[in-house]
């Protein structure tokens, strides 16, 4: 009866867990200062987009809420050049848009966080929930930041 009680208590806190609220948090790598966090549902979608150093071109990547888990699903630019992906990975594609960007779909990567460093020349945008948030007005130029699902 004991070990019936216990399995219960373990299978019902599951449950609960799983269902609690996850968010999307932004901190400072090193000092764990928080920068925002955003709510998030399993399946939802952000990006994060960045003026390429090289071609000097917006490159967005688009991620998805897997669990506790952030999950590559595509990559949009406009031109390729030096620092750009260039051969497709097993399941992956190449689609070209008709406004002419061009769009890497079928990542099979996911990652428990992700590390940038925020652009001293050039923004790093979140797009999350229809919002665009800066992150160098959040975070500041040159801020290393982690972004995971907790």
């Not at 990006?47 to 888990?69: C, K, L, M, T």
């Amino acid at each position: 009866m004991g070990n019936l009680i216990i399995a219960l208590l373990v299978v019902s806190g599951a449950i609960i867990f799983r269902g609690l609220p996850k968010k999307l948090v932004i901190t400072d790598t090193e000092s764990g200062v928080l920068y925002g966090r955003w709510p998030v549902n399993d399946g939802a979608e952000f990006a994060i987009e960045f003026v390429h150093s090289v071609n000097q071109s917006p490159v967005r990547d688009i991620f998805q809420v897997r669990g506790r888990r952030i999950a590559a699903v595509a990559t949009v630019f406009s031109s390729f050049g030096a620092g750009m992906q260039t051969e497709l990975g097993a399941g992956e594609e190449l689609i070209r848009e008709e406004d002419g960007t061009m769009r890497i779909v079928g990542f099979t990567r996911s990652f428990k966080s992700l590390a940038y460093i925020v652009g001293t020349v050039s923004d790093h945008t979140l797009y999350i929930n229809n919002e665009r948030i800066s992150l160098r007005e959040r975070c500041g130029k040159n801020a290393h930041i982690t972004v995971r699902v907790k």
